[in-house]
């Protein structure tokens, strides 16, 4: 009975948490439908709720952005864009801080969570899993004796919220694991453990002949 009951578990635990997150983003991203005229919303156009039209509208939303600042007229509108809102005090630094972190983690070739290491935290002797962000810049650096990489290290279950650190290179273990399978890894509070890869061996060099 317990054998099978923990066997109903394994199985539908993993698809209600699923199925939950969805949800939750879908409900989230349908509140764009707030932007659209009542007359085009889908209570007006089929006489009930559609689940999931606010998140098609806002990922095609996103698609046409992208599109239209790809070419020189939208690059240009997105710049006059930017230096307009440079000129308003407060939303100046908050769109600048949130421009320059999201560059940062959404750009291809940015550096950001492209690595996953082992560091020791909160105390010596115990480890975890962080993800390199960089190096130490601004007059950080010049406080920083010695060669330091910046990490981040998320918490468990919840990888959104954590702790940034500043960490000695030498303190850190570069780990040959995907960003990927560490935020498994960490997610699952160390129960979904990642594939063993082991580093290709060097071939040995033949040994001479002794004559």
Do not use: C
Not at 88 to 109: A, E, G, H, M, R
Not at 202 to 207: D, E, Q, Y
Request: avoid cysteine.
């Amino acid at each position: 009975m317990r054998k099978y009951f923990i066997t109903g578990l394994l199985v539908l635990v993993p698809l209600v948490i699923t199925l939950w997150v969805l949800n939750l983003i879908v409900g989230t991203l349908d509140g764009s439908l707030v932007l659209l005229p009542p007359e085009w919303r889908p209570e007006s156009l089929f006489g009930f709720h559609l689940p999931g039209f606010g998140t098609m509208v806002t990922l095609l939303i996103v698609f046409v952005t992208g599109l239209v600042t790809q070419n020189i007229i939208g690059n240009r509108v997105l710049r006059i864009w930017e230096l307009l809102l440079q000129r308003i005090p407060v939303v100046n630094s908050i769109y600048s801080s949130v421009k320059q972190v999201s560059d940062t983690l959404l750009s291809s070739s940015g550096n950001a969570f492209r690595k996953a290491l082992l560091v020791q935290y909160p105390r010596e002797g115990v480890w975890t899993i962080a993800f390199q962000t960089g190096v130490p810049g601004g007059d950080v650096k010049n406080h920083l004796q010695g060669d330091y990489v910046s990490v981040y290290v998320p918490t468990t279950p919840n990888p959104t919220s954590g702790f940034f650190l500043m960490l000695r290179r030498s303190d850190v273990v570069e780990l040959e694991m995907s960003v990927d399978e560490a935020l498994k890894y960490i997610v699952s509070m160390g129960v979904v453990a990642p594939s063993d890869k082991k580093l290709p061996t060097a071939p040995t060099a033949p040994t001479p002949n002794s004559h």
